[in-house]
């Protein structure tokens, strides 16, 4: 028995690697891909090009303007004296934000009013209008309570500042919420299950083109033994992958990783399962290489948008959240997430590792089951 593994497994990775072409795309395009959406992928809003506009003119409201610029999130392109310029300006997409300071700014903070400043922002981007704004509401914020501090120095006599709540918030495991750090531990689950889908739905059918399958139903190799020489040699190959990328995620990108990765290629050993096991699913059903390729990533685009990869899963109507379950990517995105950036381990993650253990079992029994030794 193992020799007859061993033979396939020799065949296999010859077949994998004597094409210079099939060479990059297992082991040069996933480190591509990861630098690509390493530095593509960024959900953190920077230099937001931004106008003002100024009636006031006086210190008071030229200080809070230069606190927009100097926070690092805001750009000021464009200070405009007209409000046509600043429907012409959102219009045509140069700026984002504009900030209008009315008369009075200076006499209502100076006579201890509520001073009122317009944000305008261009709603068509919604995710950066909302950061946008949460930026705007910080700045305020801050400038509205150094001026009362302040107000109070100035005072002759005492004067009790109103009741308000402290809110001092700290962010864990990702302190500075890079998105990076969120992101690149999930080009791992990306990586392995297009490799492995790709490279084992492609598997028999290729036998089947060149006329090769018929050599194998006559030798004594066992549907089971079949299997596995099949599948191992993609399991090796998603493993190096995952560590090409784990060392350019954390080398390059710098992005912590503070569980145990012993735990992290265990899980990943048992995603394989589920891949591999699907993977030839598709192949024992396919014809053609074309076909099981097309299969392959009508399994696949669906299963990342339903991982909460980009897209939180608890965001999407309740229907949509029962299909998640049955998702793989899912549990194993999951996993990685949490050794990377919580680094808890075997005993919060054992839910997500049953999951996949019992789905891999039952993809790969599937894909045995059907593997049959005839025409």
């Known amino acids: 028995m193992f020799d ?18 099939m060479r990059a795309v ?17 959900m953190d809003i ?3 090009r931004t106008a003002v506009y100024d009636l006031d003119n006086t210190p008071a409201s030229r200080d809070l303007l230069a606190r927009f610029s100097a926070s690092g999130y805001f750009d000021v392109v464009a200070r405009v004296d007209d409000d046509r310029q600043v429907q012409d300006l959102i219009d045509r997409g140069d700026v984002q934000v504009v900030v209008r300071i009315d008369h009075g700014l200076a006499g209502d903070l100076e006579a201890g009013r509520t001073a009122a400043v317009q944000v305008l922002c261009d709603g068509s981007d919604s995710n ?16 509205s309570r150094q001026m009362l501090a302040r107000r109070i120095e100035r005072s002759r006599g005492p004067v ?12 864990w495991f990702n302190e500075n919420l890079e ?8 080009v791992i689950v990306i990586v392995v299950s297009l490799v492995s889908l790709l490279l084992t739905s492609m598997a028999v059918v290729r ?19 079949f299997i596995l020489g099949k599948t191992l040699p993609f399991v090796v190959i998603s493993l190096v992958d995952v560590t090409l990328i784990l060392l350019i995620g954390v080398f390059w990108f710098e992005v912590p990783i503070r569980g145990s990765l012993v735990l992290l290629y265990f899980s990943t050993g048992l995603y394989l399962l589920t891949m591999l096991g699907v ?8 014809q053609t290489q074309q076909q099981a390729m097309m299969s392959t990533f009508l399994f696949f685009f669906p299963a990342m948008l339903l991982s909460g990869f980009s897209f939180p899963i608890a965001n999407m109507p309740q229907v949509i959240q029962w299909f998640t379950y049955l998702n793989p990517v899912a549990y194993f995105l999951v996993v990685v997430r949490t050794i990377f950036l919580k680094g808890i381990g075997l005993s919060y993650l054992w839910p997500q590792l049953l999951v996949l253990a019992a789905m891999g079992i039952a993809t790969l029994g599937l894909a045995v089951r059907r593997f049959h030794k005839t025409l």
């Open 4 to 21: 007859r593994i061993r033979q396939m497994l020799i065949k296999e990775f010859i077949q994998v690697f004597r094409d210079p072409r």
């Open 26 to 42: 297992v082991l040069v395009l996933p480190c591509i891909e990861l630098v690509v959406i390493g530095y593509a992928v960024n």
């Open 46 to 48: 920077r230099d937001i």
């Open 128 to 143: 950066t209008a909302a950061i946008a704004m949460s930026y705007v509401s910080r700045i305020a914020g801050d400038y």
């Open 160 to 171: 009790d500042p109103p009741a308000r709540v402290d809110l001092r918030s700290r962010a």
């Open 179 to 186: 998105s990076r750090n969120y992101f690149v531990p999930g």
């Open 207 to 225: 036998e089947k083109e060149i006329g090769t399958i018929e050599q194998i139903m006559v030798t004594p190799i066992t549907p089971v033994e």
């Open 279 to 286: 993977g030839l699913f598709i192949s024992t059903i396919s």
